[in-house]
């Protein structure tokens, strides 16, 4: 396995993980800013507040996009497994 083969393993693995945790991250990002808002217009200052909404969001958006996020995480695994044999030359 030479350097090129590695860093190709490795860009491949970060591109599907920064893809596959876009939608809940940015979701969070802006469910986040939003509660942000509405706490300085209403100077309401509870901890609770700023949580709740955002692991209710984030776990809905999981569990719709779970099917997907499996799908292209698979896809990954498959193609380092069938690999396997080129990578150990």
Do not use: C, H
């Not at 984030?58 to 990578?87: D, K, Q, S």
Request: charged letters at 5%; hydrophobic letters at 60%; glycine letters at 4%.
């Amino acid at each position: 396995m030479n350097i090129d083969a590695a860093t190709s393993i490795l860009n491949n693995a970060i591109q599907v993980i920064l893809f596959a945790s876009m939608p809940s991250v940015g979701l969070g990002l802006i469910v986040g800013l939003m509660v942000a808002v509405f706490q300085a217009v209403t100077q309401i200052q509870e901890q609770t507040l700023t949580f709740v909404p955002k692991m209710v969001v984030v776990l809905l958006v999981i569990g719709a996009t779970f099917p997907w996020m499996f799908r292209i995480i698979m896809e990954l695994t498959i193609n380092l497994w069938n690999n396997i044999p080129l990578y150990s030359q």
